[in-house]
């Protein structure tokens, strides 16, 4: 890669950055500006267009970038499963520590979720439904393997990411004994859904 080339993915990355930075509990990504994102960036609002041809163009490459971080969590708690079993409290732990590490990022899917602009909408179901659809196929193989069968595994997927997501989103400003108050309550939650979901299993037989 050429040296030009790699300035130019610097200040790409520079941007994304600098309006994840500005995002926190009392501010939306709708609120932030073209001028103040490339201020804080270090470049001219002119060069901006260089690397993204509106605002919302770089919301979505982060809403993007959060649903790579999405499926890099559910990767490393896979590894972490394998060394250490259960399941349930290593996803919990693994995704608290996702919190901590991408939190604007988290926040920005969030609040974008269900926020006024249909692109992002979009974009953000579609991180979440194939986040949904890698934790089903999880769930499933599981249940094959401990021969524990689930009534409906996406349906499963799909109320613990709501729930997941939900318990997140009260977490991101709770202070420390708060957060270790939410994860249990969240394993907890969490236990519940799947017994219940095999308890649904076995009357079906």
Aim: no cysteine.
């Amino acid at each position: 890669m050429s040296a030009r080339a790699e300035q130019k993915l610097r200040t790409r990355r520079a941007l994304m950055d600098a309006a994840l930075a500005q995002l926190s509990a009392d501010r939306g990504f709708g609120s932030l500006s073209l001028r103040e994102v490339a201020r804080e960036a270090g470049i001219a609002p002119t060069s901006f267009y260089r690397h993204f041809s509106e605002l919302d163009e770089l919301g979505l490459a982060l809403v993007d970038e959060g649903g790579v971080a999405l499926r890099q969590l559910m990767r490393q708690a896979r590894k972490r499963i394998a060394r250490n079993g259960s399941a349930i409290s290593t996803s919990v732990d693994t995704f608290m520590e996702y919190l901590g590490n991408n939190s604007n990022l988290f926040r920005l899917m969030l609040r974008e979720s269900t926020g006024v602009s249909k692109p992002f909408r979009t974009a953000i179901k579609a991180e979440i439904d194939h986040f949904v659809t890698e934790l089903a196929a999880d769930l499933a193989r599981i249940a094959d393997e401990e021969n524990r069968p689930l009534s409906d595994s996406k349906l499963v997927a799909d109320a613990m990411v709501t729930l997941v997501f939900n318990q997140g989103a009260e977490a991101l400003d709770a202070t420390p004994p708060e957060k270790e108050a939410l994860k249990d309550k969240l394993k907890t939650e969490l236990r519940m859904i799947l017994v219940g979901s095999r308890t649904i299993a076995r009357h079906k037989r």
